[in-house]
C-alpha cells in the first residue's frame, strides 16, 4: 500500500508516534556496532534519522511506495541512499546490509512473507532483520479510540486489526518463515500528550491512511457523529496516549 499523501499530513497523524517509537525500536533490536542500514518502508525518515546516528550519514538506506514520503525523505536527509521501491522487491543487491528494519509498515504490505524474504536476502549473514507494528488485535493502538468511535456510526469499517503483525506472535511468525533463526519478539510503548481534543481530533481529518481515509470518505453528518462518539470516548482536557507495537527481531543465518 502506497500513501499517496503530503509527508508534512502524515507527520502530524503519526509523526508524533512514529519518531519515539523509531528510537525504541532500533536500540531493542540490538543492531551490529557498525555496517550499513536499510529503512524498509522509511517514509518521511523517522527511523532513518536514528539509523544515521548510529551507522553514519553514508551507511544508511530506505525504500519506500510512496513517491511524495521518497522526496521528502531525500530532503531530509540528503545523505542517505533513499529509493522508490517496495519491500516485494527491494531494489537492493543481495547480501547488501548487516541490518534491514521496517517499522510500522509490514501491515501495509501486498505480501508481507515476499517482504520479510526480502529483507532476509539483502542482509548479509549474520546481520539482523527486524520490525514492528501496533498491536490493533490489542487495540493499542494509537488509533484504536478513534476506530472504536468510527465502528459505532459505520459498519464493516477496516480498523487494521486483521492485517498481518497486528497481534502478537505475527512479527515472529514472519520472520521465521523469512528463514530467521534466534528470532525473539517483545512490545514497545510511547506516549503522547494532547493539550485537548481538537489537537487528537484533528490528524484524523487529514485523510492519512486507513483511518482519515475513512473519514473523510463519510458524508459530513456521519463525520460529526464520529467526532461525537469520540468526544464520549477521550478524556476531557490534556491527555496522554499511550501506545504499544510488537516488535520482532532475527538473525540472517550464517
Known sequence: MSFDVAADAYDRFMGRYSAPLAGS???WARLPEHGRALDVGCGPGALLAVLTRRFGPDQVAGVDPSES???????????????????EALPFED?????????????????????????????????????CAWDFAGRRAPQSAFFSGLSAVVDGIDDE??????AAGDLAALLRGAGCTE???????????YAGFDEWWEPYTLGVS?????????????????RERCVDLMPAG?????????????????
Open 25 to 27: 525500536f532500533a536500540e
Open 69 to 87: 514520503f521518497v522526496a521528502a525523505a531525500h530532503d531530509r536527509h540528503p545523505w542517505a541512499d533513499v529509493r522508490h521501491g517496495t519491500a
Open 95 to 131: 547480501d547488501t546490509f548487516d541490518a534491514a528494519l521496517a517499522s510500522l509498515v509490514v501491515h501495509f504490505m501486498t505480501d508481507a512473507a515476499a517482504g520479510a524474504r526480502e529483507m532476509v536476502r539483502v542482509t548479509r549473514a549474520g546481520g539482523v532483520v527486524a520490525s
Open 161 to 166: 486489526t486483521d492485517r498481518v503483525g497486528a
Open 183 to 193: 528470532v525473539e519478539e517483545s512490545e514497545l510503548s510511547v506516549t503522547v500528550d
Open 210 to 226: 486507513p483511518a482519515g481515509r475513512q473519514l473523510q470518505a463519510l458524508s459530513e453528518e456521519q463525520r460529526t457523529l464520529v
Open 238 to 254: 490534556p491527555f496522554t496516549v499511550t501506545a504499544t507495537a510488537w516488535a520482532a527481531r532475527g538473525v540472517v543465518p550464517r
